[in-house]
């Protein structure tokens, strides 16, 4: 097993260990019926993923037609920075188009029926919606010159990241605060995964969360324990089948 796939499954185990011991929420579902439909949704995109991005990937980085912007920055710092600031607004510019469309809505909302947040909920997306996340990714590698190197840091940091904001773990409120203030944490995510619609378009943001505060949709819940999470018309747990399908169903 390679080192990235590691530090991936590793960061799963620690946040799943952690919300074992210190839950936020106590859930009245099992921890399969939490896990199971998430982890298969997440081997079905993991596969998907890496079927159709790395061809296209594979290109961009040997062509020679256009280097990128990022090829007149001399300094590899400062390339890594502007690399990874620039995937990470361009995954709150899609998170939120995703919320403000009614077509892009239906596959996010998969993510949305979840009930019981935990950390496999990091990986309960609709393929769709990660496959075509891809197309206008890609074109910002190509158009900025986004090196292999600088991709993986991103992609690797986020996958940490996502497992964690979307964790059950009750880490404690003025940690998760003063966090907050940078990075997305458990709490401030719980208010997006809120059944309240008001708050569910709030805190789009995927790893910094000052771009939530740029773009005017921060929002810090006074009372995360009291958020319901999950979408009002789906009150149950969903199997594997039903959220590949949801996206077909007219509510
Ligand atoms: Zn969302
Ligand atoms: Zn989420």
Redo the contacts with the bound molecule.
Sequence with gaps: MDWQSLTIISSVLIFCFLENIFPFFNFKSTFNQRTYPNLILGIINITANSLTIAAVLHWIWRQKIWYGFLHYVKLPWLSICISFVLLDLYLYVW?RM??SFSFAWRF?KV??TEISMNTSTAYRFHTVEVISSNIPKLLLVWLFGIQPVHLLIYELTLAIELVFHHSNWAIPKKIDKLLSYVIVTPNFHRL?HSQIFED?QSN?ASFFSFWDKIFKSYSYPKYPEKIKLGLSQHTHDLNILKLILLPLKNN
């Design positions: 998170h995703m919320h996010h993510h949305h997006h569910s789009y």
